[in-house]
């Protein structure tokens, strides 16, 4: 007898593997990100694991959702890139590639042409342009040129079509330049200003006319002293100094072009104002004539009147003086009256010896002399011979 069983057989899919596309090769131009769309076809037995990654290309590439078949994709710079999307379903791993070629808008060079400058009278600018570019177009090199937009005289580079070369100005005055930068298809420009200042002028100085004045009495200046400010930076210094005369000048400022000024003796001085920018000096010179005090005669004094016995030396005290102008004092004795002569010892000196050769009365005069002007006083002297009586006295005496 035969027994039969029923045997229930389960037929199991057999896994085909995916059909897998990256998607259709791209050329953009210059966006910030590319969609990437891929395909993919499966029996759906298992979850499927995707990866997109770069395989080549000059810069890198950034996959908001690299294990996504649909995502976006931004790059760091312009060209051709091979990307490759990977599907896995578990068992079995596809692949696929696609070219994108990114390309971006060509832009005019970034040009700097440097920091304004302010140089000197003569001197050269030194120019230091800067470009930078996106290297498009392709194989292009870029060309610089310098040119005077503005200015009152001619500009001449010592390198036109080099960024860094130097200019130099024929006048002086304010001047913009432009540096432009080409790439063949764009232009890119920038420009500065060069001032070039006037040559330094040495600084002038005006003390004024020439003065006159009495010793004693100050003199004052009030100079003028101008500059031209250059060389820039530097400050302007002045100073007095004497440079002829016959005594000792004293300054109430000798660095300031106002100031007083004394002077120890009479005659003719002459005096500098000087002022120098640390480059370069200018100079005045004034003439002062200082007139000694007006001349006063000599003061004589010939002495107290003397009455005495006769025989006797007559000692005179007589006295001279004067101001020293304008020549040497003298001094000298002589008889205005009396019954005989007179003797003196040294007629000259105020201080002397007077001989008489007879008794009576004599008046003596001492005189003073300085070369100009002259003064003079006398003195009574009485002798009384024998047996005479002394006379009445005399007054006092007065100068002539």
Do not use: C
């Not at 042409?113 to 003569?122: E, K, T, Y």
């Not at 130099?168 to 500065?192: K, P």
């Not at 820039?232 to 100094?241: A, E, H, P, Q, T």
């Not at 005096?271 to 000694?292: H, K, N």
């Amino acid at each position: 007898m035969s027994t039969a069983e029923l045997v229930t057989i389960e037929v199991v899919g057999v896994n085909d593997g995916a059909e897998i596309s990256a998607g259709a090769d791209q050329e953009r131009t210059a966006p910030e990100a590319i969609l990437l769309a891929g395909e993919v076809v499966d029996d759906g037995d298992v979850p499927l694991e995707f990866l997109w990654e770069k395989v080549s290309g000059p810069g890198e590439i950034v996959f908001e959702n690299p294990n996504a078949a649909h995502t976006m994709a931004s790059y760091t710079a312009s060209g051709s890139y091979v990307l490759k999307l990977t599907v896995v379903d578990g068992e079995f791993s596809l692949a696929d590639e696609i070219s994108v070629t990114i390309t971006r808008p060509n832009e005019a060079p970034h040009v700097s042409a440097g920091l304004d400058q302010v140089i000197s009278a003569g001197g050269a600018a030194a120019l230091e342009g800067t470009a930078s570019d996106d290297g498009l177009p392709q194989g292009s090199a870029l060309t610089a040129t310098w040119r005077k937009l503005h200015g009152p005289g001619m500009v001449t580079f010592a390198n036109g079509a080099s960024l860094a070369t130097t200019a130099t100005f024929s006048e002086q005055g304010e001047y913009t330049l432009q540096l432009l930068v080409s790439d063949s298809q764009f232009t890119g420009a920038d420009t500065l200003k060069v001032t070039a200042l006037a040559p330094n002028q040495a600084p002038t100085v005006a003390i004024g006319s020439d003065r006159e004045a009495d010793l004693g009495a100050g003199v004052s200046f009030i100079a003028n002293v101008s500059d031209d400010g250059l060389p820039s930076g530097n400050g302007l210094s002045v100073g007095w100094v004497k440079v002829s005369g016959p005594g000792e000048v004293f300054f109430s400022d000798a660095f300031s072009a106002q100031t007083e000024v004394n002077f120890s003796a009479a005659g003719s001085y002459v005096l500098r104002l000087s002022a120098d920018d640390g480059e370069l000096s200018g100079q005045d010179e004034v003439l002062v004539t200082i007139m000694p005090p007006p001349n006063l005669a000599p003061i004589v004094d010939a002495g107290h009147d003397q009455t005495l016995p006769f025989f006797l030396s007559v000692q005179l005290a007589g006295q001279v003086s004067d101001d020293g102008q304008p020549a040497a004092l003298t001094s000298n004795w002589s008889m205005l009256s009396g019954p005989g002569s007179v003797t003196f010892t040294s007629s000259h000196e105020p201080a002397t010896t007077a001989t008489f050769t007879e008794p009576g009365t004599y008046v003596l005069q001492l005189t003073g002399h300085d070369g100009a002007l002259s003064a003079s006083d006398q003195a009574t002297i009485i002798l009384i011979g024998e047996n005479q009586s002394p006379p009445f006295a005399v007054g006092p005496h007065h100068a002539l």
